[in-house]
């Protein structure tokens, strides 16, 4: 299929510009609202139809809307992002389990030599 026109659609978020190709024919179909976009234009992606219709890039969709029908709140994403520590077991702790069961057995005998 080849397309005969190309529309210019900026992003009223992030201001981001996007070149979409459509038939002429079939855009104007949409605009003069013979047709809903999906029937005139079904060759669209869903973001594409999005930034015609709301001028709201994918991007920008997902971030407001999420990719789900739930808006979650978006902090939890942002807590899973920065969620990168690694818990390590810290060697020093058997060491220091060590010292102290070498400072009872001390303890021991000091109490036998009173
Ligand atoms: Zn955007």
Known sequence: ??????????????????????????????????????DAMPYLTPGQRELLISGTCDDCWNSLFGSNDEVEDENDIEIDEEAEWEWEPEEDENDEIHNLEDDEDNDIEQVDEE
């Open 1 to 38: 299929m080849e397309f005969d026109k190309e529309l210019e659609k900026e992003c009223v978020h992030c201001q981001k510009e996007f070149v979409i190709q459509v038939n002429e024919a079939d855009y104007d179909s949409w605009v003069d609202g013979k047709a809903l976009i999906q």
